[in-house]
């Protein structure tokens, strides 16, 4: 088999346990492939913390960020401690990390004393250290256990757009970074370890690909290099009836299309990056998601499915979003592209999906706010839209709270009217804001309260649990 690319999350590499797992299944499969390579995330929580210090850094809270990076540097160096690396590359390891966070507490330092000319690459730059610290980090274990293995850097190969935090890649651009510069290294055996998440502009400006960017940076490296498959390792046996967090009898499922996967993602599994599949997709690349801490699981395959027959429900997610409230109907253009470009204008994400209802007197929109951007983008954009509302004279009448929306997927759901008719029954007692078939036919969208979200969750994979 030629090319496999394998990305490791923030839990498999955040951990020595995680961290020796990788070691073993990365041996394992250069024994089978003939080109590998290996996408990292930053250590679990890492990029949230250096989100925090650019935020402290805005506040010139000096005490607040350096707090922050020297937490970071104990931590990162009790894990390379921990790890059975020879002297030589656990020195080198610490003085990369000293640099990098010197350099880094130095940016700290302007942003601190400017804040007023913030530049959005100033911001990724800092935020891109942790993944720059993680491939180091990964390499090394590598090179120790006998691999040619390098750590490399995403702003070299990864060109995007300037929408600095959810930036799109420019593919042949991209690709012919590849071409030049790390297919060489293929062909010489080299694994390298990419910095996920990461990328630049054509001039060199740090961008990312929004939050949980890395499964992105694996697919696009996926379709830039022809690789046979991608596989995701994450601390889940795959993609989930449910958010095991939230519904603990929810249980991995075996196979999946890129449709129920893409509707999956979009609708707020955080497994995956929404922007992922659809990649992945248009050159049939199979990608399977797998459980770093159990390898002995099959995991989750994506991929086309020609099957014609209903399945039921597989899956069910709850995700955020903005209901838009009037008591009146009429267009909707104008208030539609506020909200698009205000979500925009904050998180970098267009409102790619929205569920709209109108009567004769009233009308009623819902906007997903998408995971990549980020935990608090759904107060934020709330916040916002609500003084946009009360400000403009235009959009009178109109109202805005942030509402749920569950949804439920399964291959050709909306031939199965059954389904929808056992999930409103068993809801019957629940007020449903609006209820939405997606357009693939493969979701059905239920849009909530806030506080009835759980129950609906639950009811729902209910269904799941003893549909026959
Ligand atoms: N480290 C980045 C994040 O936390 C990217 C990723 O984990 O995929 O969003
Ligand atoms: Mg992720």
Same mark, same amino acid.
Request: aromatic share 4%; hydrophobic share 45%.
């Given at each position: 088999?030629?090319?496999?690319?394998?990305?490791?999350?923030?839990?498999?590499?955040?951990?020595?346990?995680?961290?020796?797992?990788?070691?073993?299944?990365?041996?394992?499969?250069?024994?089978?492939?003939?080109?590998?390579?290996?996408?990292?995330?930053?250590?679990?929580?890492?990029?949230?913390?250096?989100?925090?210090?650019?935020?402290?850094?805005?506040?010139?809270?000096?005490?607040?960020?350096?707090?922050?990076?020297?937490?970071?540097?104990?931590?990162?160096?009790?894990?390379?401690?921990?790890?059975?690396?020879?002297?030589?590359?656990?020195?080198?390891?610490?003085?990369?990390?000293?640099?990098?966070?010197?350099?880094?507490?130095?940016?700290?330092?302007?942003?601190?004393?400017?804040?007023?000319?913030?530049?959005?690459?100033?911001?990724?730059?800092?935020?891109?250290?942790?993944?720059?610290?993680?491939?180091?980090?990964?390499?090394?274990?590598?090179?120790?256990?006998?691999?040619?293995?390098?750590?490399?850097?995403?702003?070299?190969?990864?060109?995007?757009?300037?929408?600095?935090?959810?930036?799109?890649?420019?593919?042949?651009?991209?690709?012919?970074?590849?071409?030049?510069?790390?297919?060489?290294?293929?062909?010489?055996?080299?694994?390298?370890?990419?910095?996920?998440?990461?990328?630049?502009?054509?001039? %060199?400006?740090?961008? #990312?690909?929004? +939050?949980? =960017? &890395?499964?992105?940076?694996? /697919?696009? $490296?996926?379709?830039? *290099?022809?690789?046979?498959?991608?596989?995701?390792?994450?601390?889940?046996?795959?993609?989930?009836?449910?958010?095991?967090?939230?519904?603990?009898?929810?249980?991995?499922?075996?196979?999946?299309?890129?449709?129920?996967?893409?509707?999956?993602?979009?609708?707020?599994?955080?497994?995956?990056?929404?922007?992922?599949?659809?990649?992945?997709?248009?050159?049939?690349?199979?990608?399977?998601?797998?459980?770093?801490?159990?390898?002995?699981?099959?995991?989750?395959?994506?991929?086309?499915?020609?099957?014609?027959?209903?399945?039921?429900?597989?899956?069910?997610?709850?995700?955020? %979003?903005?209901?838009? #409230?009037?008591? +009146?109907? =009429? &267009?909707?253009?104008?208030? /539609?592209? $506020?909200?698009?470009? *205000?979500?925009?204008?904050?998180?970098?994400?267009?409102?790619?999906?929205?569920?709209?209802?109108?009567?004769?007197?009233?009308?009623?929109?819902?906007?997903?706010?998408?995971?990549?951007?980020?935990?608090?983008?759904?107060?934020?954009?709330?916040?916002?839209?609500?003084?946009?509302?009360?400000?403009?004279?235009?959009?009178?009448?109109?109202?805005?709270?942030?509402?749920?929306?569950?949804?439920?997927?399964?291959?050709?759901?909306?031939?199965?009217?059954?389904?929808?008719?056992?999930?409103?029954?068993?809801?019957?007692?629940?007020?449903?804001?609006?209820?939405?078939? %997606?357009?693939?036919?493969?979701?059905?969208?239920?849009?909530?309260?806030?506080?009835?979200?759980?129950?609906?969750?639950?009811?729902?994979?209910?269904?799941?649990?003893?549909?026959?």
């Amino acid at each position: 088999m030629t090319t496999l690319i394998m990305k490791f999350g923030g839990s498999a590499v955040g951990l020595n346990l995680g961290l020796t797992q990788m070691l073993s299944i990365v041996l394992h499969e250069s024994e089978r492939w003939r080109k590998l390579l290996i996408v990292v995330s930053a250590l679990d929580g890492v990029t949230d913390q250096l989100l925090e210090a650019t935020h402290l850094a805005q506040l010139s809270n000096g005490r607040g960020y350096r707090r922050i990076v020297a937490n970071m540097r104990q931590r990162h160096i009790s894990l390379i401690e921990s790890l059975p690396l020879g002297v030589t590359e656990k020195k080198a390891l610490e003085s990369d990390i000293d640099q990098m966070l010197f350099e880094m507490l130095a940016v700290c330092q302007t942003l601190s004393d400017f804040p007023e000319n913030v530049a959005p690459e100033t911001i990724y730059g800092i935020v891109a250290v942790g993944e720059r610290l993680s491939a180091r980090i990964v390499a090394a274990l590598l090179r120790q256990n006998g691999q040619r293995s390098v750590a490399i850097d995403a702003t070299d190969l990864i060109i995007t757009d300037n929408v600095f935090g959810n930036a799109t890649p420019n593919l042949a651009l991209t690709r012919q970074r590849i071409t030049e510069s790390l297919m060489p290294m293929l062909e010489r055996k080299i694994i390298p370890v990419i910095t996920g998440f990461i990328a630049s502009t054509q001039t %060199g400006k740090i961008t #990312v690909l929004g +939050r949980g =960017g &890395s499964d992105y940076t694996a /697919s696009i $490296l996926g379709i830039c *290099t022809d690789a046979a498959e991608v596989w995701i390792w994450t601390d889940v046996d795959g993609m989930m009836t449910a958010d095991p967090h939230e519904i603990s009898s929810a249980h991995s499922i075996l196979h999946m299309s890129y449709e129920e996967a893409a509707e999956l993602a979009y609708f707020g599994a955080r497994i995956l990056h929404p922007r992922m599949i659809e990649p992945l997709r248009e050159r049939a690349i199979p990608l399977r998601v797998r459980n770093v801490f159990r390898p002995g699981q099959p995991g989750t395959l994506v991929q086309s499915t020609a099957s014609t027959l209903a399945s039921g429900i597989k899956a069910v997610t709850s995700i955020r %979003g903005l209901g838009i #409230v009037a008591s +009146r109907s =009429g &267009s909707l253009t104008h208030i /539609s592209a $506020l909200v698009d470009d *205000t979500l925009f204008r904050i998180t970098g994400s267009r409102a790619d999906v929205m569920i709209a209802s109108q009567t004769s007197s009233s009308s009623f929109l819902a906007f997903v706010i998408p995971t990549s951007a980020g935990q608090g983008a759904a107060h934020q954009l709330e916040i916002e839209i609500e003084h946009l509302l009360e400000q403009n004279e235009e959009f009178a009448g109109w109202s805005a709270r942030l509402v749920n929306i569950v949804t439920a997927i399964g291959a050709h759901l909306d031939h199965q009217y059954t389904m929808t008719v056992e999930i409103l029954r068993r809801l019957a007692d629940i007020k449903l804001l609006a209820i939405s078939h %997606g357009i693939g036919g493969c979701s059905i969208s239920l849009v909530t309260e806030v506080e009835d979200a759980d129950t609906v969750l639950n009811r729902v994979h209910d269904l799941i649990l003893t549909q026959p």
